[in-house]
């Protein structure tokens, strides 16, 4: 959807580097989420925001930490990155009963 | 706890119906979600169902809901070569989270 975006799409890194995700959203909603994308394994929620001062763990929030800048942004950063952290991560924004996902930034950890 | 099972390749030839189905284990399930995602793309919402609903259609697509054998199915009619990508099942339960619970994902590939 036009209406979140992600930076960068692609990144490969190496392991122990500090790297950050960016997602931006225009409409306004309070709700964003991080998910994390394996092949043969689906979407799994690393964090999720409710508001700029809400932070909650998914299920897989070892090796991660979120920064809500502001209500229009949702950073996820790896502070010591690994190759198992190799993978698609996708951000979503909440609105009413549905998820609106970004294009997704493809992490390569060497 | 919960899960979303879905089988992981189907095949079908142009014109014909596809029919993926899903199953789920969280019996508070509020919605159900098809997501569609393109090679090398983000994931599209297709369509949802609320969990007392029965049937939804939408065009091309139907969605299947049996709520006693949490059991969900999406129709795709007069598939198309452009149909062809990764349909994934989810669900959410109740509660203020909103929390997207998926299944493996589907590979849909249409022979012309």
């Known amino acids: 959807d036009a209406d979140v975006t992600q930076t960068p799409r692609n990144r490969i890194t190496k392991t122990g580097k500090r790297i950050m995700l960016e997602c931006s959203q225009t409409?306004?909603?309070?709700?964003m989420y991080w998910y994390r994308q394996d092949p043969g394994l689906g979407l799994r929620l690393i964090y999720y925001s409710f508001d700029v001062k809400d932070i909650n763990k998914g299920e897989i929030s070892d090796g991660y930490s979120v920064s809500r800048q502001a209500q229009a942004k949702f950073s996820l950063s790896l502070e010591s990155a690994i190759p198992n952290q190799t993978a698609l991560y996708f951000c979503?924004?909440?609105?009413?009963?549905?998820?609106?996902f970004g294009p997704g930034t493809r992490l390569l950890v060497l | 706890g919960e899960d979303v099972e879905q089988s992981l390749f189907l095949s079908v030839r142009e014109g014909d119906s596809s029919v993926i189905n899903c199953t789920y284990t969280d019996s508070s399930s509020t919605y159900l979600y098809w997501y569609k995602q393109e090679p090398g793309a983000g994931l599209q919402l297709l369509t949802y169902i609320f969990s007392n609903m029965d049937m939804k259609q939408d065009q091309r697509l139907t969605v299947l809901l049996n709520k006693k054998d949490k059991h969900l199915s999406l129709r795709i009619a007069d598939t198309q070569t452009g149909d062809s990508a990764i349909y994934f099942c989810a669900e959410t339960g109740g509660g203020a989270t909103n929390k997207l619970i998926f299944g493996t994902g589907t590979l849909l590939a249409v022979q012309p």
């Open positions: 979503a924004i909440g609105a009413g009963e549905t998820q609106y």
């Open positions: 409409k306004g909603h309070d709700r």
